[in-house]
């Protein structure tokens, strides 16, 4: 399900040797529910043909004779209908279900070992995250929540002001000596390493774990605690957070179609104040194609702003939300500028976002099925917490192994479903903040389009962009809306309507 | 009734039949499922070759059954060795 990585210090290895492809359609994933039923079912028709031949060789007892015959004495009794040598022949020739029995429980036992494989797999995951949580920080919870959220927080560059949800640690007074204890040695050895070998996605669950742990009500740790942690912490916040207004900023001049992901890409790196654009800019371009066909796309930036209360929603506030699974300003903001832009219900979409932005692509691919036509939805950096997008989506995710924010989700697990392909580059490229940049992802695009075209799972979602993408001869229309948090007290912003 | 009820095998080879396609049946719930890799491709095949050799039993049992049906219409004669 992972593929080795390269050793990059001792043996450069080209491009197209070292991105790693996990899931997508030429990806491994499975339902063990789905291998269980199938494992009985193979077991049921076994035991069905079992019974047939049982019937069969009855039904030889009842001819003449037929008590204890073989196929020779079979052949003899049938006289001028031949009912016995047919009878002999399905017994004891290739077509005989008791050997077609044979086939399938042999079949059901493969079946059942690879289900095992996987349940081992998946049990290997669960314990690589409870020995990070037990041997590296011992039974100290306190400790072992500082620790794991500090690493896991400066890792991801994430500001104490911004995380309401360290104020439930600070307030224990043993978790906040651990808290500024640790801070001078661990934070300078965060970046690389201990990205790569998982071990940040196995603190943030530490930490995550504590914090359900000392939240009011019933909790369940045996659950993944990252998502209620977000939430609990997004709630603490107050206020809808999913209000937000959006303003048409106009048209982009000069802008081509997009026709590549990796365009894609920088059509998203120009809707950040680095690529020239306004703060909290979405970027909406509308593909008129040689065909008279009309496709969009929509590109989202990341994380403008380290608060959570501030006007741009590109804030902390909305990434607790997206992870926390609750209404989010960026998703309603860009929901609203896809109804201001006029874009249509049979039109095909492709969202493209990075980090923050990726989250709210992959969360509206889902949260718009049946009222747009998304095919195709392009992320890079970002942590993987949106539900599965529906049939005739494919997910592109981009991902650099020493970037920190994609595990945020504190999932280690191989990212492998069918309709999601996960692009990993295992090579180091520096400190934290620059394996994050989205210009990096850009060339990183490049890199997957001129490398991995023939890989089967790229290869589908790259089926699915260029339902949307601009061929030669297209003409684009690049419009920019800006979304603006309103000011506490201010009248909730008014209902979209579809631009004529 | 079926038609092969008046020969002494003919109830149990509709009975084999009929278990014979329940299995059939079985085996498409056994094509259900959701796994993608390349263990999944060569499962699809070898559960598609499964079910060929399936679809052979019901052969032989149908053209079991037509002698059957055939001997309805002749008396059984017998020619012990």
């Known amino acids: 399900m992972t593929a080795v990585r390269p050793d990059v210090e001792r043996h450069p290895a080209p491009v197209w040797a070292q991105l790693e492809v996990v899931g997508g359609r030429g990806g491994t994933a499975a339902e063990l529910a789905d291998l269980d039923t199938a494992e009985a079912a193979l077991e049921r028709a076994a035991d069905l043909l079992v019974r047939a031949h049982g019937e069969l060789v009855r039904a030889s007892w009842a001819l003449p004779g037929g008590g204890a015959a073989g196929p020779a004495v079979l052949g003899t009794l049938s006289g001028p209908d031949q009912v016995g040598e047919s009878l002999a022949g399905v017994l004891h020739g290739p077509s005989a279900p008791a050997l077609a029995a044979e086939d399938l429980r042999a079949l059901a036992g493969r079946l059942r070992t690879a289900t ?12 690589d ?20 959220g500090l690493v896991a927080v400066q890792a991801v560059g994430v500001l104490v002001r911004a995380a309401p949800v360290l104020a439930v640690v600070a307030a224990a007074p043993a978790a906040r000596e651990g808290l500024v204890r640790v801070a001078g040695r661990q934070v300078g050895t965060v970046p690389g390493r201990l990205v790569e070998d998982g071990q940040v996605a196995g603190m943030l669950r530490a930490a995550s774990a504590f914090l359900v742990a000392v939240w009011p009500g019933d909790q369940h740790l045996s659950h993944p605690a990252v998502r209620p942690a977000a939430r609990a912490a997004a709630q603490a916040v107050g206020g809808d957070g999913a209000q937000v207004a959006v303003t048409a900023l106009g048209a982009r001049l000069g802008t081509p179609p997009v026709a590549s992901a990796s365009a894609a890409m920088a059509l998203v790196a120009s809707s950040t104040p680095a690529g020239g ?3 909290a800019t979405v970027t909406i371009q509308r593909i008129d194609r040689p065909d008279g066909a009309r496709s969009w796309v929509v590109a989202v930036p990341g994380t403008q702003d380290a608060g959570v209360a501030g006007r741009n929603p590109f804030d902390m506030r909305t990434n607790l ?3 926390g699974g609750v209404p989010d300003g960026v998703s309603a903001g860009v929901e609203r500028a896809m109804v201001l832009a006029g874009i249509g219900a049979e039109e095909p979409v492709l969202l493209a976002g990075h980090s923050q932005g990726g989250m709210v692509a ?60 996960t692009v990993t580059d295992p090579r180091a490229v520096g400190p934290l903040v620059r394996a994050h940049e989205v210009g990096g992802y850009v060339a990183m695009a490049r890199d997957v389009e001129r490398t991995l075209a023939d890989d089967p799972s790229v290869a589908a979602w790259q089926g699915a962009a260029d339902e949307v993408l601009g061929p030669p001869g297209s003409r684009a229309v690049t419009t920019q809306y800006e979304l603006t948090r309103p000011r506490p007290g201010a009248s909730p912003a008014p209902p979209p309507t579809a631009r004529s | 009734m079926s038609l092969l009820a008046a020969h002494p095998v003919g109830p149990a080879v509709d009975r084999a039949r009929a278990d014979v396609d329940a299995a059939r049946h079985e085996l498409v719930l056994a094509g259900h499922v959701d796994w993608v ?15 060929a050799r399936v679809r052979r039993v019901v052969h032989a049992l149908d053209e079991l059954a037509a002698r059957v049906r055939a001997a ?4 059984v004669c017998l020619s012990l060795p």
Request: net charge negative; hydrophobic share 40%.
């Open chain 2, 37 to 51: 890799s390349d263990a999944a491709d060569r499962y699809r095949s070898a559960l598609a070759e499964a079910d």
């Open chain 1, 129 to 148: 995250v409870a020995t990070a949580v037990g041997e590296q920080l011992g039974e100290r919870p306190l400790l072992t929540a500082a620790l794991g």
């Open chain 1, 321 to 323: 939300e997206l992870v």
């Open chain 1, 277 to 279: 654009s306004r703060a």
């Open chain 1, 116 to 127: 095992h494989g996987y349940e081992a797999a998946d049990r290997d995951v669960r314990r």
């Open chain 2, 72 to 75: 309805e219409a002749a008396p």
């Open chain 1, 362 to 421: 992959a969360g509206l691919a889902a949260g718009l099925a049946g009222r747009y036509d998304v095919r195709a939805v392009l992320t890079a950096g970002s942590p993987d917490v949106s539900p599965p997008v529906p049939p005739g989506t494919q997910v592109l995710r981009l991902e650099r192994a020493t970037d920190a924010v994609p595990v945020l989700d504190g999932d280690r697990s191989a990212r492998d479903r069918p309709a999601a392909t």
